[in-house]
Structure formats: C-alpha cells, structure tokens
C-alpha cells in the first residue's frame, strides 16, 4: 500500500514517516476515525514502512523484495485480525485466520471498505461477527515466533471495538509487556466502546472525514467523473470515500431503506386516531425483524440520517442537504416541516437506542414496535 494511494490525510502520514524514520515507534497505536477516512489503508502503508525499512515518502527505497510482499498482504510479519462469524465451512469457534484469503481479497479490492461490507463479502451480513479469545490466542503464538525478517512483527487489529471481553483481557497483557520490536495498531471508528485500560496503552491518532475537493478530486482521476457528477457524489458521501465509491458504482440497493423510511413515516402519520394503522406498523416491525442484526442496525442508521437532513431542511440549511429521494409521492420539503427542535432529539435518542439494543440481542420485534409506537407521537408533536 503506498501513502500517495490513501486520500488526505497528509498530517498524518507525514507523522508517521518521520516518528519511523527517527526510530520513534510506540508499541502500540489507536487509529480513531469515521467510516471511510483510511485507517485500515494508513495502517498497512504504515506496516509497510516499517517492516521494509522504507526511507522515501511513498513506501520506497527500501527492501523491494519486502514491498512486492505488500501487494499481495502476504508478508510473513504482518498479522491480522478482524471481527468474524461462523459459516457452512466454519462451524464453531470462528478465527481470523480462517478466513484470511477472503480479508486479503476484501482489503484489496477497497481498503476503505466497512464493516458491513466484510460480512457481504463473507455472504453473512445477517450476523454480527466479533473478535473472540480464539483470535487473542493466535496473536500469543504469531508474536511469540521470532520474526521472519528479523525486524518488527505487526499485528493489525481492525474493528477493535467488537473484541469481546475475554479476548480484550488477553490483547491487554499482551500490550502491557509486549515481545521486543512488535508493533500493535488498533482500528476503531468507535473510540468509546474500547475498555478504557487497552485505550490507555496506545498512543492515540485521530483521523477526520475527508474533505469534498479530495473525494470530488478522486472521483474526476479514478472514475472520470465531469466536475459536476464528481462534486455532486462527493457531497453525498459526506467525508466518506467507502460511501462515494458506492454511490459511483451505483451498488447501494442491496436493501430499500429509503422504501422502508417511508413505508414507517407514513403509517406513523396514519396511526394518530386511527387503530387500523397499529396493524401497519406491527407489519411493518415484523418486515425489519426478519432483517440480520447489522442490517437492521444499517437501517435504523439510515434513519437518523433521513430525520437529520429533514430537519436540515426545515430550518433553511439547504446547502447542508445532500439527501434525493426517489419514492413517487414522497417530498422532502412537505416532510421537513414535521422534524423541528421540539422532537428531533427524542427521535434520536429512540432510535439510538434501538440500536443500541439490537446489537445486544434484544427481540428485534419488540423493540421495532415500540420504536413505532413512540415515532406515531413524536413525529405529531408541534414546535
């Protein structure tokens, strides 16, 4: 992976060039940022630098035989892990190292991609995959081994944040008396659900969301895209190239979520004096819970979204609207009006917490229909 392929960001490669290069390399780093911002593509250019003995600002004048490595993620010194789920070829007791073919063909085809991108790649995006004691226990023996190349061992853990409790005990030994010239770097886009004890043992980077005029840029060089087509994708992807990159490729419909919004804000509307609409929101509740947990999760996602540019729109803060429907007989400006600062915050924080309890197994139907129910008032109460 050369830096001059990862988008922005300069700050920070910049940073990580020079603290290499003068032989400052904490043991263990935490790359914080959004979906979308880089931290998988930086940390690889990062493990690249490092274990080649790079000295050039794009990943060069160093061991070439080590770079070539590099293209395939096949280095013998790098290690990852990721969150992961069993399969028909898997049946119990799932590891990263079962499924390291589909990571390496995953990562080289986006980079940038998400977690739930890895789940479709894998075919079980209706599951919530995590990090288990199974994965803490191969990081044990891979950094016991002395390296290949008799410099650094690396070990990438991406989506650290669903390292269940068991495993995060072991990656924490691990990180207080770490084996000589091992280098952990930690990948979150959730910098509060990691234990405070792992946090506080890295040395902590902050990536922020790109800018438009590098996605819009990237758009015009990668997919020749007019300057209109490209500014307007960008500004849809707000700082988000994994979400650019699916809207250039027009991939986005695996799920109608935009039906589904609409489908639920119109039986919320009818559902004020009217007990027949109950029976469409119970439908439609049960509709979602037939849904996988992460997707379901995606969706009441795409709902916060949704709510926000309405509420975006109601106060005249169009230039910060990037949302276009395409539901017959659904108008953004008739709905806006609805969304307003007496119930937008309750609206989110019902729907955070929809979330929040569907990523921790509550019954999906239960919570959606009482999701339903709280939107009917909610979305009547006047500013």
Known sequence: MQFSEILGQDYIKNHLIKSA??????????FV????????????????????????????????????KFKSLSHPDLHFVYPNVTNEDVKSKPKSADFI?????????NPYGSLFD??????????????????????????ALKSYEGGYKIMIVWMVDKMNIAASNKLLKLLEEPPEKTLFLLITESEEDIIQT?????????????????????????????????????????GNYNKALHIVKNDNNDFPFEKWFIEWVRAAFRAKGNATAIHD???????????????????????????????????????????ETNTPNFNLEKF??????????AIFNELSDAIYHIERNGNAK??????????????????
């Open 33 to 68: 940022g959004p979906e979308g911002s880089g931290t998988l593509a930086m940390a690889i250019a990062y493990a690249q630098f490092v274990l080649c003995n790079n000295t050039g600002n794009d990943n060069n004048n160093g061991n070439e035989s080590c770079n070539l």
């Open 118 to 143: 890895w789940y479709k790649h894998l075919g079980v995006q209706n599951k919530q995959g995590e990090i288990r004691v199974e994965d803490a226990q191969d990081i044990l023996k891979s950094l």
């Open 198 to 238: 792992i946090r506080s043992r890295c040395q902590v980077t902050h990536f922020s969301a790109l800018p438009e005029s590098i996605i819009a840029k990237a758009m015009k060089e990668i997919y020749f895209l007019d300057d209109n087509s490209a500014f307007k994708v960008a500004h849809q992807a707000q």
């Open 21 to 30: 290069l003068l032989g400052r390399i904490p043991h263990a780093q935490l």
């Open 281 to 323: 929101l119970i439908a439609w509740s049960e509709e979602i819970a037939g849904l996988g947990r992460e997707a379901q999760k995606q969706f009441l996602n795409y709902c916060i979204v949704f709510f926000r540019q309405a509420m975006l729109y109601n106060y005249n803060i169009e230039k910060l609207v990037y949302l």
């Open 366 to 383: 239960i919570i959606l229909t009482d999701l339903s129910i709280k939107l009917t008032r909610l979305i009547h109460k006047n500013e």
């Open 336 to 345: 806006a009006p609805f969304v307003n600062g007496s119930n937008i915050n």
């Open 101 to 109: 073919i589909d990571w390496r063909e995953f990562v080289l085809q």
